[in-house]
């Protein structure tokens, strides 16, 4: 399921990555459609927010630039 979700994520990524600026705005879309998606999600905020951080902590979601590989 996570995999899944990462899928998904980063097609909406590529889709509106041209209208925002920064990544940080990109990442307030993400928040606000699945808040706006999903009721439950909205009753856990912090940790909502904390998992998709995660994913792009872990290099899950996002663009990744001349990465260095070990």
Same mark, same amino acid.
Request: glycine content about 2%; overall charge negative; aromatic content about 14%.
């Given at each position: 399921?996570?995999?899944? /979700?990462?899928?998904?994520?980063?097609?909406?990524?590529?889709?509106? $990555?041209?209208?925002?600026?920064?990544?940080?705005? /990109?990442?307030? !879309?993400?928040?606000?459609?699945?808040?706006?998606?999903?009721?439950?999600?909205?009753?856990?905020? $912090?940790?909502? $927010?904390?998992?998709?951080?995660?994913? !792009?902590?872990?290099?899950?979601?996002?663009? /990744?630039?001349?990465?260095?590989?070990?």
């Amino acid at each position: 399921m996570y995999e899944s /979700v990462i899928d998904e994520f980063q097609l909406k990524i590529i889709s509106k $990555r041209k209208d925002y600026q920064t990544f940080d705005e /990109v990442m307030e !879309y993400l928040i606000n459609l699945l808040f706006n998606r999903d009721p439950i999600l909205c009753q856990h905020k $912090r940790l909502t $927010r904390a998992i998709l951080f995660y994913m !792009y902590w872990n290099c899950d979601i996002g663009k /990744v630039d001349n990465a260095e590989t070990e």
